[in-house]
C-alpha cells in the first residue's frame, strides 16, 4: 500500500491534489497504516493547500458547480 508521505510529496510537487489521491489518503487513515512521518507529512499538505500551493480538485469541482448554479 502507499504510504500518504509519497502521496503528498507527488501532490505537493504538482501543485495538484486530485480526488483519486484524497480517496487513497482516506483508506490509508481508515486502515490506521500510518505513522508520526505519515502525518507530518498530511499537515504539510493541508498548509501548502492553505498557501495556495497546492490546488484541491475537490474543491475546484465544487466551487464550478456554485458558479454554474449562479449563472
Partial sequence: MVQIREVVKQAIAAGY???EAENEMQQI???AKCDLE???AFMSLQL???AGRVRQ???E???VSNF???N
Fill in 17 to 19: 491534489l486530485s480526488v
Fill in 29 to 31: 487513515f481508515s486502515s
Fill in 38 to 40: 505519515d502525518l507530518n
Fill in 68 to 70: 454554474q448554479e449562479i
Fill in 57 to 59: 480538485e475537490s474543491l
Fill in 48 to 50: 501548502a493547500a492553505m
Fill in 61 to 63: 469541482s465544487i466551487r
